[in-house]
């Protein structure tokens, strides 16, 4: 079986090599579920394909950047994407980044999620996904490895809906507009400004922007500018220099939309998810290969 174990210092060209022939050997296992471990440097970029199992994407360490037609997914530590089988993806790694997937067969069990989304992960979630990669891979499993890929599957669809998506509308009018606000971020646009620079009436906006989206445009600016963020806030960058950047006129104004969108305080948020993810990380990184 290929897997990542041992590449977190390889370079570009043996990550492509690994990424082939697991992609190839993704398609020709069996079994409900496999799951596989991955280090990557920082920079990295997995290019666009797809597979015929959906993709829990889990970061211990790192953030990814997930960008689809849809739109674009960004997967901090504590969290994990969920990719439908067939959909055309690339990753981008923001630092060194540990990865934990798990490909799961459609209709594996019923109540899968059917769309894109980031999802917390749950201290149960996370220790079956790092229980799951210690088992063989491929096949049906019996006995105890059998009940923990049981019971992983079957918390896929009870994990929380995190708001890190940024999909992006299908009219191309709409979507030229979101990929300008999202080279330059702010939180003053309008949806008169919006609704003029498409050529529609408000109303014809405000409905074409959430049927195509599913968020009006207050939230999806709002996410856009909290995407905008946490890559620069991990970095370590000040809370003050990154919301004068996005064009907030007072720190306290931004630190109130990032707890409105995310539960904590920008400071609270990467402290936890940082020291959470070495927590989580180091003593797997330190174990043995399977």
């Given at each position: ?43 990295y970029h997995v290019p666009q394909h797809r597979h015929s199992r959906s993709q829990l994407l889990h970061a211990l360490v790192g953030v990814v950047l997930v960008t ?6 960004m997967v901090p530590p504590d969290h994990a994407m969920w990719i439908p089988a067939g959909t055309e993806h690339s990753v981008e790694m923001l630092g060194d980044v ?193």
């Amino acid at each position: 079986m290929p897997h990542g174990r041992d590449i977190f210092r390889a370079g570009n060209a043996d990550l492509g090599r690994l990424h082939e022939s697991r992609w190839q050997w993704l398609e020709e296992v069996s079994g409900p579920a496999v799951a596989l471990p991955t280090e990557y440097p920082d920079g990295y970029h997995v290019p666009q394909h797809r597979h015929s199992r959906s993709q829990l994407l889990h970061a211990l360490v790192g953030v990814v950047l997930v960008t689809t037609r849809y739109g674009r997914w960004m997967v901090p530590p504590d969290h994990a994407m969920w990719i439908p089988a067939g959909t055309e993806h690339s990753v981008e790694m923001l630092g060194d980044v540990s990865m934990r997937s798990v490909y799961v067969m459609p209709g594996a069990i019923p109540g899968l999620p059917e769309g894109l989304r980031v999802v917390g992960v749950t201290e149960l979630m996370h220790s079956l996904i790092v229980e799951s990669e210690k088992l063989p891979q491929g096949g049906e499993l019996e006995g105890r490895g059998g009940l923990i890929m049981n019971l992983l599957l079957h918390e896929i669809p009870t994990l929380p809906e995190r708001p890190l998506g940024l999909p992006f509308p299908s009219d191309p009018r709409l979507a030229a507009l979101c990929r300008r606000f999202v080279a330059a971020p702010s939180p003053h646009a309008t949806i008169d400004e919006w609704a003029d620079a498409a050529g529609m009436s408000r109303r014809s906006f405000t409905r074409a922007f959430h049927r195509q989206t599913g968020l009006s445009l207050s939230t999806w600016r709002q996410q856009a500018c909290l995407f905008a963020a946490l890559p620069r806030l991990a970095d370590g960058e000040p809370i003050t220099r990154v919301a004068l950047d996005l064009g907030y006129d007072s720190v306290p104004a931004f630190i109130t939309m990032f707890k409105r969108m995310l539960g904590a305080s920008p400071r609270g948020y990467m402290r936890g998810a940082r020291d959470e993810g070495m927590r989580r990380a180091q003593p797997r990184l330190e174990g043995p290969a399977p």
